[in-house]
């Protein structure tokens, strides 16, 4: 019988170079590796990463550049929905894996492989995002997750690396997992295990305040969508970067929560997201002057269930599709300017003006130009109180 075919979703980090090799040996089967470019930064460049996987055993080894998919089908709505997860968390890790695990079925279909695998552990989110998307997507395919099944520590993975040649720098004593892209960055264990512990310095490399100067962003949105940077054209995934590298390079854009896994567990997670952050931060501002209330506040209700969705694997479930149809029909005046306020720990709005927006300077005024007809208001308020009233005129005040 012909070998199983296995594409493994490979970062190039320890664990997935042990994974090539011991589905290889163990389970006796080819392993494709295919790494996805999503905007990580990584130690190596793409071709030592790809080589890596070859000298673990893969029969075969893949780099995508997914950047600009992965800014405009899933940043980029998630962005529009203001999508943070228990109100803090942008979401940078549940983004990734559908876009990952569309690439692993469309090379396991090319390959003609059996299975798909990953290197998540069975304590996080991760494994359910690839495991849930990959059955939406193509449920004959097998998902295996060998980091479930080996039950190495750290020190067994770097032992069996060593053991096996697979050429790979890794320290002993760097204690942190990391995961990382366009939308930002996580960064869990160590020290942070402890949640009253302060995170260490070490770990953060988007947020290390360098820039002192204060500074204005301008932000460009047209329909919902960022274009353009201090009136510079930009494609969504560079624009992206570039928002990243400015915010970030003052200090802004941490988060430290204690989060809920889909799999029952509270964890301390530490995150930095300047991009995301401000971004979303920027685009909500401008909802606020463009966005009729009702339309914002059923809006509003609605962004943390779509979180909730994407955070728990179902990014392919009929209902995100749907709010993500209702989010689309809101954007279409969602385009103006925002301005971002830049000092050392600071990003806030400091200004935003729509190209159709619903503020009113006559309407708002409290100057001479005011077009506001006072006498309407007495009526308005009368009736607004008449239930209210008739309740104390037939019943007696409340206590
Ligand atoms: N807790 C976050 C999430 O579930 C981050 C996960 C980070 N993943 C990692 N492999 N370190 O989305």
């Not at 594409?7 to 042990?18: I, K």
């Not at 950047?67 to 998630?78: Q, Y």
């Amino acid at each position: 019988m012909a070998k199983q075919r296995v594409v493994l979703a490979y970062s190039g980090g320890l664990d997935t170079s042990v994974a090539v090799h011991w589905i290889t040996q163990e389970w006796d089967a080819e392993v494709v590796a295919l790494a996805v470019d999503v905007g990580q930064s990584t130690d190596d460049d793409w071709d030592t990463i790809r080589n890596r996987a070859l000298a673990a055993g893969a029969v075969e080894a893949q780099v995508v550049d997914a950047r600009e998919e992965f800014a405009t089908d899933l940043c980029l709505p998630a962005m529009r929905a203001n999508a943070l997860y228990e109100g803090k968390y942008p979401l940078v890790s549940s983004l990734s894996r559908p876009v990952i695990v569309r690439h692993l079925v469309r090379v396991a279909r090319e390959q003609k492989a059996d299975a798909v695998a990953h290197g998540c552990t069975g304590k996080g989110n991760d494994q359910v995002r690839f495991e849930v998307s990959t059955r939406a997507l193509a449920p004959d395919l097998d998902v295996l997750a060998p980091v479930r099944v080996w039950g190495f520590t750290r020190e067994d993975s770097i032992d069996y690396a060593a053991k096996h040649e697979i050429p790979i720098k890794v320290r002993k004593d760097n204690p942190y997992s990391i995961d990382e892209n366009l939308w930002g960055r996580a960064i869990e264990c160590g020290a942070m295990e402890d949640p009253w512990a302060t995170p260490p310095e070490e770990p953060f490399t988007l947020t290390n305040q360098t820039a002192t100067e204060p500074w204005e962003l301008t932000l460009r949105f047209e329909a919902g969508v960022p274009v353009a940077v201090d009136g510079k054209q930009l494609p969504l995934h560079e624009l992206i970067a570039e928002v990243t590298r400015v915010v970030g390079s003052y200090g802004w854009g941490r988060v430290d929560m204690v989060e809920n896994r889909r799999v029952g567990i509270k964890s301390r997670e530490v995150y930095e997201c300047p991009g995301s952050l401000a971004l979303i931060m920027a685009h909500a501002d401008l909802e606020s002057v463009t966005l009729e209330r009702d339309l914002m506040r059923e809006k509003a209700r609605l962004e943390p269930r779509y979180a909730e969705l994407v955070y728990d694997g179902l990014w392919h479930s009929p209902l995100r599709r749907a709010l993500d149809a209702f989010v689309d029909s809101t954007q279409e005046m969602v385009s103006g300017d925002v301005r971002l306020g830049l000092g050392p720990g600071r990003c806030n709005v400091v200004g935003r003006r729509a190209d159709k927006g619903l503020y009113d300077y006559e309407l708002a005024t409290y100057d001479a130009a005011d077009q506001f007809r006072h006498q309407d208001a007495e009526g308005f308020v009368r009736l607004w109180g008449l239930g209210l009233e008739t309740i104390a005129r037939r019943q007696g005040p409340p206590e």
